[in-house]
């Protein structure tokens, strides 16, 4: 770590282990079962999803604040996503599609508010949503759940989807490549959105903290040197506008993966009479 | 161990471009990201979702039911003062219908009374006149005795004759 320049908004993406895990060798790929700092984040939100759960999920008929609060985000899955878009026949995936959600806030807000601990190059936390690694899981995952399904539910059938339909033979022959590469790109906007979201903020942030230290003690040093204090502080103010340009990011981006995900549910589970 | 870890340390060092590129941690990343996310689908799918889904249910239902409830007491108490207003109805006809047959009959009574006191006012006028008439009757005889005995009179006078009973009835006619 003393190798280190001063400078390095990439060093906080950085994955070192905390714990030497079993190591498998599964045909020509190591796997390594190392606690790493990112996994180490997984298991805290998950632990903070399951206390979550276990402290609001309750059956009351009037709800406490608690409980009105993880209403609340069921809400944005149940009422404001899946029924006006898929409808009724939706519900079954609700809980896989709510799952995501919280998965991917509860990982994005810990990027962003424990992100404080990396503004001075400390690697105190670590966002796990912006591992390249993470999304891609993510969104292949979901992408092949979904088609999948679609072949589960409709058979031969679904691949209709890559012929719209009204375009005679030949207008079918030339656009079908088309579908399919705009169709397969999907998992690749998925993990690529929610990566690129994740890893610019937090670089602008981790830069703008390095400004205030370098700055900050370059004005300790007295004299006109002094001066450097000014935009020490501007600086530390773009952290403080940043951090909550970064929350409302966290939100969205979690909001917008799920809106997705459930937009490419509704082609599976509504086939044939939605468009 | 220590050398795989100055290995990363070494690759990180050498890779200047990001270290979400470094595919040594990706096999180790991605198994524990799935483990630990079905761990939380199946706490989601099997205790979060119902709980905080149920819940809402409940409430829905339970408004619903609330709802559905109030309209049906709304509409008895509707049905209720709707029969209530044809009772009502009903009675003011009766009542109506009660004072008119006793008009009826009040009116009937006093229109018999009144052709009663007619008739026996008739009867009255009728005797009466008929009195009258037999006293004019027996007054005009009277008056034809006393003509005859007047003509005799005079006859008796100016003749100087006595007449006879058949010569005035002669002389009348």
Not at chain 1, 66 to 80: F, G, S, T
Not at chain 2, 110 to 138: Q, Y
Not at chain 2, 141 to 151: F, Q
């Amino acid at each position: 770590m003393a190798g280190q320049p001063a400078i390095d908004p990439m060093h906080q993406f950085s994955v070192h282990k905390i714990w030497q895990g079993p190591t498998f060798h599964v045909g020509g790929l190591t796997l390594d079962m190392s606690i790493t700092n990112s996994v180490a984040s997984m298991i805290a939100g998950a632990v903070i999803i399951v206390l979550f759960f276990a402290l609001t999920a309750r059956r009351e008929i009037v709800p406490n604040r608690a409980q009105a609060l993880a209403e609340a985000l069921y809400n944005i899955v149940d009422k404001v996503l899946v029924t006006p878009i898929i409808g009724h026949q939706g519900r079954p995936y609700i809980p896989y599609l709510f799952t995501l959600f919280c998965v991917i806030l509860v990982l994005n807000l810990m990027g962003v508010l424990l992100a404080i601990g990396n503004v001075a190059g400390l690697s105190l936390t670590f966002t796990v949503t912006s591992q390249l690694a993470i999304t891609a899981t993510l969104a292949v995952l979901t992408f092949f759940s979904v088609f999948i399904l679609g072949f589960i539910k409709h058979g031969p059938k679904f691949l209709g989807l890559f012929f719209p339909s009204g375009m005679g033979v030949i207008g079918a022959i030339l656009m079908a490549p088309i579908e399919m590469i705009s169709y397969f790109v999907r998992p690749v906007t998925l993990a690529m959105r929610l990566f690129g979201n994740m890893l610019g903020g937090h670089v602008v942030m981790a830069l703008f903290g390095s400004f205030v230290v370098a700055l900050g003690i370059l004005g300790l040093s007295g004299g006109v040197a002094t001066l450097a204090f000014v935009p020490s502080v501007l600086s530390f103010a773009m952290i403080v506008a940043l951090t909550g340009l970064e929350l409302v990011v966290a939100v969205l981006q979690a909001f917008v993966f799920v809106a997705l995900a459930t937009v490419y549910l509704n082609e599976v589970v509504n086939f044939g009479h939605g468009h | 161990m220590a050398s795989e870890t100055q290995e990363g340390t070494a690759a990180e060092g050498h890779s200047s471009g990001l270290p979400q590129f470094d595919f040594q941690w990706w096999p180790g990343q991605i198994a524990w990201f799935l483990i630990i996310f079905f761990v939380m689908l199946a706490f989601i799918r099997f205790f979060a979702a119902p709980r905080v889904g149920g819940a809402m249910d409940d409430r829905d239902r339970r408004i619903a039911g609330d709802i559905a409830e109030a309209r049906r007491m709304k509409d008895e108490a509707d049905a209720q003062a709707q029969a209530a207003q044809a009772d009502m109805a009903q009675a003011r006809a009766a009542a109506q219908k009660l004072g008119a047959e006793a008009r009826a009959k009040a009116q009937a009574g006093i229109a018999a009374r009144l052709a009663e006191e007619e008739a026996k006012l008739a009867k009255i006028s009728g005797e009466a006149e008929a009195r009258i008439g037999a006293a004019r009757d027996a007054a005009m005889a009277n008056v034809e005795g006393i003509a005859r005995d007047a003509a005799r009179a005079i006859v008796e006078k100016l003749t100087g004759r006595a007449v006879s009973a058949a010569e005035l009835q002669s002389a009348r006619g």
